[in-house]
């Protein structure tokens, strides 16, 4: 297959440039560096996060080139000097990358993500680096609460036209990963291959003459086993015409205005009253995670979630940052912790390591190590696994693999802490600071 | 110059192209239709919105075409049937579509989009219109309750990578539109001629052995005249290590944590006694327009604001929908309106004309009339205007004459309306149904 992505290397905060200018030219920019991605916090009444867009990533990384364009509009711009132009022009990702396996649950302070290599390698992929997984993340970690409150009804993202044309393809994949079934987005269903759903809005009945014209129209197009929306003038009067259009093997209907748990009920009734025992209802219109918990005694069978899902539900983005935690004094030096000091930006120097202490089978603890101490005591396990090594991929997840890693870090949290009402993170994250292991030779190798 | 943009066609809802199979099977696909776009509501408190990305949809509309890539996958999918792949192999949009200027104030109720055409053909842009909308509309809306609370001064946009990567591009010209001076965003200088700045992080800083070090790096590669950051270790310390370094020429210290108003304070008593006066203060950290309005009497110069403006702050999606209000029962024949019932989501039928009333050069009501009834009496300007004539684009805008539409729309509006504090609606939308004036033999055609 020919490469013809195009450079994803212009998505990028301009002072990633400009600091490697100034770095190439005192020549620190070949310093062994370490830089980690982490949360602070959580957003307010969160309990957890969901690590998602590493697999995008870490193709968009693949695509991180500066090609002829991109270094004619660089040199036009003044953004760097001609010697930097000329290190740009042959870049391509050497160093290693480890961090949560995609759909890990993560914490605040959790290193999600370990970047190293020289200082000029790895500070230039900052912006893509946050922009991919700040994204895909918070969408990802809004999901895994509309999955729970759907109790194991199936979810469907149609929230596309409510984001970003882009951003809606990601916001599909991430969604899917963290148990949505399908998504409406066509793209999502090319690019990351996801099961793509959706039969009409209500145009298509304002189109006809009537709505037993516009059900039959469709039912000659897609079959009585399609999902017929029931709202446009009466929902009831549009439930009896759809049987009478679509007869009793009718696949679904959709109802996507009014109080869904009263409409989803008359719907019901009236359905298996009509013999219609097997259609299915799906319920659509400004659903989100406290709406849908509200909707457990409904009768539903499936759930169209939009604008919530694609917009992190009240937390467009997880506030994911990539800051330097280590770096050498010279190339092949001993790495030194390094730290911004004061206030609630302060950052804690060094690289990490993490695990996720349990008891019984349940996650108690975030547990968060210098890279060189030994592993802790008890029942742990490791959360980060190599992604990237000497600039070579490591054999990706697939989103399968991603959704499982999730249901089993829920399951892991157990249900107080995965359950819907806003509270407090689940578990905490403990620091144990080994000032012996800090001084590490091989964190930055 | 070679075309070799990616379709676009992709980024939509599948059930667009079903109602298209369904709708070309029954022959109602050619049937002349009107579809408005509107938003029901504005976002809690906020007072007007700014219509913001129409420039972005009609670049991405000119590649909104089936290429055989798409073909194979739609037809690998089994999304439509054979005539339908046939009818879309020939797809080029080649209705009309007239709508509010790009950077024009809109009102709840506000027509800022209208698509006419066939059912067919404008049925399937349905989701990229809104995707492309309702996004850069939402970052633009909050963007220029920034620029207002900045009361004058400078604001820069640094929040790429708090959103999707793609999203970020078009977040920054959204902000740009808005009244912001420029972005951090690289792409963004190149895709849509932004300005783009940007120095240093603190990454820079900690390279170094000391702060001293990292500044004259950075003053040796971008002069004195540079942005240094200053709150790597102590604000003051880094003040005074930043005036040593380069001198009282130093352009810009930037202040990224701690009490900005305070930490302002102490950097302009510090940096005047010393004899940079003409230095300048940068301030950033979580800015958004409640805590740059707080820093009106801070003696800041320039602001970064980062996730506020990306995430529309609070309000990450302009709520836009794209509804058909008004088809013809035949190809030519007379357009007649069409509206979904019940609830809060019944629409208006009916083609719409829009235009703000003023009373001694202010705004007083949005007056909204079917489009075949006369203009509304006295002061009024007409809002809407053609974008695209018969599938030919008019000339564009630049982003010049969009900042210029949203600087008059805004100081007609005044200060009262467009201050900060919450609050209503700026002015109210009034809706004139003429049913005389309804049924329209011009405004399908």
Not at 355 to 376: K, L, M, Q, S
Request: hydrophobic letters at 40%.
């Amino acid at each position: 297959m020919t490469h013809t992505a195009p450079s994803t290397a212009l998505l990028t905060d301009r002072y990633e440039l400009t600091m490697l200018d100034a770095a190439l030219r005192d020549g620190r920019g070949e310093h062994p560096s370490v830089f980690e991605v982490f949360a602070r916090r959580l957003p307010a009444g969160r309990r957890y996060g969901v690590v998602a867009g590493t697999g995008r990533l870490l193709d968009a990384l693949v695509d991180f080139r500066f090609d002829d364009d991109v270094l004619g509009w660089l040199d036009d711009a003044g953004v760097v000097s001609e010697p930097t132009l000329a290190w740009l022009a042959g870049y391509r990702f050497g160093g290693s990358i480890s961090g949560y396996g995609e759909g890990e649950v993560y914490l605040p302070g959790s290193p999600v993500l370990t970047v190293h290599g020289t200082f000029a390698e790895a500070v230039v992929v900052e912006t893509l680096v946050l922009s991919v997984l700040n994204h895909d993340s918070a969408v990802a970690s809004a999901a895994a609460r509309m999955v729970t409150a759907a109790g194991g009804r199936t979810l469907f993202e149609f929230g596309g036209r409510r984001a970003h044309e882009q951003a809606a393809v990601a916001a599909a994949r991430a969604a899917y990963l963290a148990g949505f079934t399908g998504t409406s987005n066509l793209e999502a269903g090319r690019r990351h291959g996801l099961p793509t759903l959706g039969t009409s809005a209500h145009a298509f009945t304002l189109l006809h003459d009537d709505e037993a014209a516009a059900f039959a129209a469709q039912v000659a197009a897609l079959g009585p086993g399609t999902t017929l929306l029931v709202d446009t003038y009466d929902t009831e009067q549009g439930l009896r015409t759809a049987l009478r259009v679509a007869g009793t093997d009718l696949g679904a209907v959709r109802i996507d205005s009014g109080d869904l748990a009263a409409e989803a009920r008359r719907a019901r009734a009236l359905l298996d009253e009509a013999g219609a025992t097997r259609t299915r209802i799906v319920l659509s219109g400004d659903l989100d995670e406290h709406s849908l918990a509200a909707l457990a005694d409904a009768p539903a069978d499936a759930y169209g979630v939009g604008t919530s899902v694609v917009t992190g539900s009240g937390a467009p983005t997880a506030g994911l940052v990539y800051k330097l935690v280590a770096r050498a004094e010279r190339p092949g030096g001993i790495c030194r912790p390094v730290a911004k000091a004061g206030g609630d930006k302060a950052t804690r120097g060094g690289r990490k390591a993490a695990w996720r202490r349990r008891r019984d089978g349940r996650a108690v603890a975030e547990v968060i190590r210098p890279f060189t101490a030994p592993p802790p005591s008890g029942d742990v396990r490791p959360l980060q696994r190599p992604l990237v090594v000497d600039g070579e991929r490591v054999e990706p997840d697939d989103l399968g693999a991603a959704q499982e890693r999730l249901r089993a870090a829920l399951a892991e949290l157990g249900s107080d802490a995965t359950a819907l009402p806003d509270g407090p993170v689940a578990i905490p994250t403990e620091f144990d600071d080994d000032p012996e292991a800090r001084l590490d030779p091989k964190a930055c190798s």
